[in-house]
């Protein structure tokens, strides 16, 4: 069959891979020459550097992924036997303006995309799709980046559905090896097209973009689709008992893919395949974690109906909600941030996050609860603290997340339920392993006192080397002064759900 198109361009945003990638597919297969092209937007990065966040790990996995990219494109080339050097195009601009510029260049007829739902990368896209257009250039985006979006599961009266067992009832009604079905990249990369040798080869070092190195490379998360490939493998190995161990930090329960699955180094429809037959056998493991894909996809759906989610809450009324504010807050913050809170797991939790980027679910739920219903501040000032400090950073979910534990969420914790943070610490790190690991300087308390140093007597904790004030912080409010306070500010939005 003839190709209706002589050339195009495929634009990567997150979905940094060159197997099973719709967008990439879909253009291989109408265009007899495809370049791929990555931009690290400007307008994304500048303001990282404007506010002194020059060692980002979240650039640092993505320039790496870009180098696995250029060379998973370049290994296609090579299948195929295809004359001159080929890869990823990488450019350093503001990607509003250098993709409709890079594709009047080529002289491309069409440019390919994979959806992006965030309210920002939707604004840049109407943008592009204008400019594009008034140079008679196509864009065309497809969905790739979650198994369901948009309105593909809706309720029956077809509305978005906002309590998440209903929807992931539907959800996995829905889904089949159709829609988990893998697209073939490799069967049309006969028509990638060499590099043209206008373009600067290679993709630009950290510090050529103006950033640091971080320590992303002492940590154990390898980048790159052969990073996520890595990490699969060795999840599979463990999704059966992802069930049973996957609320206890100190255990290698969880995939710790989500770095993957937020750039795209992975295909969420190869993960949830894996997931969902396993599931089929009878995997328990596999049934609970497809369910945290399903959260996932949920999440997505909702920052797509409720794009307002992004600034305010889920729950209109709970926007009536009075937040602490002024310098003692602040300080709370601070205290929080910089895992000085006097309680154990929320400091180890926080230490684990300001160390590596990344962050146990249970914990970001009691860490999250904490700072909202302990300390009184307004959920949105985590939410951006995790923004920062995340590597697996993604809005919709991180949102949703916080949402969800402020009580002001779409199927949220209800308000009045309030986390207490040591016997969150006994429950699920009971040895108190994953403190020990982050807070050192507590090694030494015996188990049961190490939740609530504050209760050890003077004796235990000069056996155990510790002064409180000296070596470890007092806790930073009584949990259950905060909690009656917190029932008391929540008052407002009783009955509002
Ligand atoms: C306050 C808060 C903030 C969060 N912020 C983020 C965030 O910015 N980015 C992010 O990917 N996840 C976020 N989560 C969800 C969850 O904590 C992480 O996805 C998970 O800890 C990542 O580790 P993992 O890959 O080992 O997870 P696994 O347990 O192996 O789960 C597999 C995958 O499922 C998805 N997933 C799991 N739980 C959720 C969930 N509750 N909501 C949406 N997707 C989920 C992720 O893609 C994850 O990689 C947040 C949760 C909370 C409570």
């Known amino acids: 069959m003839e190709k209706p198109l002589d050339s195009a361009l495929v634009w990567f945003r997150r979905d940094l891979r060159a197997e099973d990638h719709a967008a990439l597919y879909h253009a291989l297969k109408a265009a007899r020459r495809v370049w791929c092209v990555f931009v690290l937007d400007r307008e994304i990065l500048d303001p990282l550097l404007e506010r002194g966040l020059e060692a980002d790990r979240r650039v640092e996995f993505i320039i790496d992924s870009l180098i696995d990219l250029d060379h998973q494109l370049a290994r296609l080339a090579v299948a195929k036997r295809l004359d001159g050097r080929h890869g990823l195009i990488v450019r350093h601009a503001l990607a509003r303006e250098e993709i409709p510029r890079l594709a009047r260049e080529l002289h491309v007829q069409a ?32 969905k790739d980046h979650v198994v369901f979006e948009r309105n593909e599961v809706l309720t029956a009266s077809g509305n978005a559905y906002s309590v998440f067992t209903p929807y992931k009832n539907a959800w996995l009604k829905k889904v089949d090896a159709f829609y988990l079905k893998a697209y073939p990249v490799d069967r049309y990369a006969d028509a990638l097209a060499p590099l043209p040798d206008m373009l600067p080869p290679g993709v630009p070092s950290l510090e050529a973009i103006g950033f640091e190195p971080t320590n992303l490379h002492t940590l154990k998360l390898p980048s790159g689709s052969a990073g996520a490939h890595e990490l699969l493998a060795d999840f599979l190995q463990r999704i059966d008992d992802y069930h049973a161990a996957r609320d206890f930090p100190a255990v290698k329960g969880p995939s710790y893919l989500s770095p993957h699955l937020r750039f795209g180094t992975l295909s969420i429809r190869r993960v949830a395949h894996e997931a969902w037959q396993r599931m089929q056998a009878g995997s328990q493991g596999a049934a609970v974690w497809l369910s945290e894909l399903v959260w996932r996809d949920f999440y997505h759906q909702v920052l797509h109906h409720h794009p307002h989610v992004v600034h305010a809450a889920f729950k209109p009324g709970f926007d009536a909600i009075r937040w602490e504010h002024g310098k003692h807050a602040d300080a709370l913050f601070a205290a929080w941030c910089n895992a000085r809170t006097g309680y154990p797991l929320i400091d180890a939790a926080m230490t684990q996050i300001n160390q590596s980027g990344y962050m146990h679910n249970r914990l970001r739920m009691v860490t999250a609860s904490f700072l909202v219903k302990d300390l009184g501040i307004d959920w949105r000032r985590g939410e951006r603290y995790f923004a920062d400090h995340l590597i697996d950073y993604d809005l919709a979910a991180n949102n949703g997340g916080w949402q969800w534990a402020a009580s ?15 016997s969150q610490s006994r429950k699920f790190d009971p040895q108190g ?16 006192l190490l939740h609530a140093p ?44």
């Open 408 to 422: 002001t969420g779409c199927d949220a914790q209800p308000w009045f339920r309030i986390f207490n943070p040591v």
């Open 454 to 497: 504050w209760l050890a007597s003077p004796v235990d904790l000069a056996a155990a080397g510790i002064e409180l004030g000296r070596d470890y912080p007092p806790p930073i409010v009584d949990h259950e002064a905060a909690r009656e306070a917190t029932l008391k500010r929540y008052a407002v939005v009783k009955g509002r759900g």
């Open 111 to 142: 440019v390919y995309a994979n959806h992006d739902d965030d309210p920002a990368a939707l604004a840049r896209d109407a943008q592009v799709r204008g400019a594009l257009a008034g140079a008679g250039i196509a864009l065309h985006t497809s």
């Open 433 to 448: 392993k994953f403190i020990r690991r982050y807070l050192p300087q507590l090694a030494r308390l015996p188990d049961d």
